[in-house]
């Protein structure tokens, strides 16, 4: 998802859709309806489902299908108010998992 530019009449909607997008993605979180992805290190780990940038989101989670049917259903509610497409690039996945995922999500990869 990409903002427009600076200064641009469509800056307040795209900023509503990014909140929306975030609120949808908090939900399900709070709900155990999608596991975060966890980040080991030497003493402790963090989890965590979502980077939000100015103009970007990251959506993060294990590979597990039940979290892609959850990103599908939410994906489908923010295409549909915001008219905003979304990427799917997996990091640290086989290319196969990656492509059936994209099949379910009807991404191209």
Not at 16 to 30: R, S
Not at 74 to 91: M, P
């Amino acid at each position: 998802m990409r903002a427009p530019s600076r200064g641009s009449t469509f800056t307040f909607p795209f900023l509503l859709m990014a909140e929306c997008l975030n609120i949808m993605m908090k939900d399900i979180v709070v709900e155990d309806l999608f596991s975060m992805y966890k980040a080991d290190t030497y003493d402790n780990s963090v989890t965590m489902s979502y980077f939000q940038f100015a103009d970007d989101t990251l959506l993060m989670c294990e590979k597990l299908w039940v979290n892609i049917k959850y990103l599908k259903v939410v994906l489908i509610l923010f295409e549909v108010i915001s008219g905003l497409k979304s990427q799917l690039v997996g990091v640290n996945v086989f290319s196969t998992w990656l492509d059936e995922a994209s099949t379910v999500l009807n991404f191209k990869t």
